[in-house]
């Protein structure tokens, strides 16, 4: 569904993969001459890097997943400079100020093993080489700061975030928002091309009554 949303009809035509990156999972889709030709879901996804964060900085999986949509960042070339983060402790333990860089060093590993198992995938799958649009990252986790760049690093492959297109309302542009949009848009086309059968049924009739 995300698909409809998020990708233009060129890029399916040449090769494109679309990643939908949500907590758990990651959805590859490969499209080719306007046609999916390969999919799987990989185990991995957004809530392991939460996890993540929660055991690195002592802190629980609410408090990191804040963390990791307010500063996370996959690329120390990506972060603010000088920024800090107040990580609350469980138990009432002792505030801790992290660094972005320290964020950085718990995040990193994780997305790189993502793009690793995509990239294992992509040569399974036997089109890699034929993905000429390169990928598109869509899903709550490819807001994350630096995402784009570890595609680009570990896929070798030309990157874009995954907004959908649509115009209004402005916040339905989001790529969390990417699958919502795309059934709806799958709903709408449907409902078009059964509206189109319905009149190209009564043409029929019409058409028929002449001789009978």
Request: aromatic share 0%.
């Given at each position: 569904a995300s698909a409809m949303a998020t990708l233009f009809p060129e890029e399916e035509d040449l090769g494109v993969a679309l990643l939908d990156i949500g907590g758990g999972t990651i959805d590859l889709a490969i499209f080719l001459r306007e046609g999916m030709r390969y999919t799987t879901v990989l185990g991995i996804g957004g809530n392991h890097i939460t996890n993540d964060i929660a055991v690195g900085f002592h802190t629980t999986t609410t408090k990191a997943e804040e963390i990791k949509v307010r500063y996370g960042s996959a690329s120390l070339s990506c972060?603010?400079?000088?920024?800090?983060?107040?990580v609350e402790r469980v138990a009432g333990r002792e505030t801790y100020i992290a660094s972005g860089e320290e964020l950085v060093e718990v995040i990193q590993p994780r997305v790189e093993e993502m793009f690793e198992l995509v990239d294992r995938e992509l040569k399974k799958s036997g089109y890699k080489d034929l993905i000429t649009a390169g990928?598109?990252?869509?899903?709550?986790c490819s807001l994350l700061r630096?995402?784009?760049?570890v595609s680009e690093k570990k896929l070798g492959l030309p990157t874009r975030i995954g907004y959908t297109r649509i115009k209004e309302p402005k916040e339905f542009t989001s790529p969390i928002y990417a699958t919502a949009v795309g059934l709806i848009l799958y709903g709408i086309k449907k409902r078009e091309e059964s509206t189109s059968k319905d009149k190209l049924g009564v043409r029929i009739k019409e058409w028929l009554k002449e001789f009978f």
């Open positions: 972060l603010d400079t000088d920024e800090k983060i107040e990928v598109v990252l869509t899903g709550g630096g995402i784009k760049e």
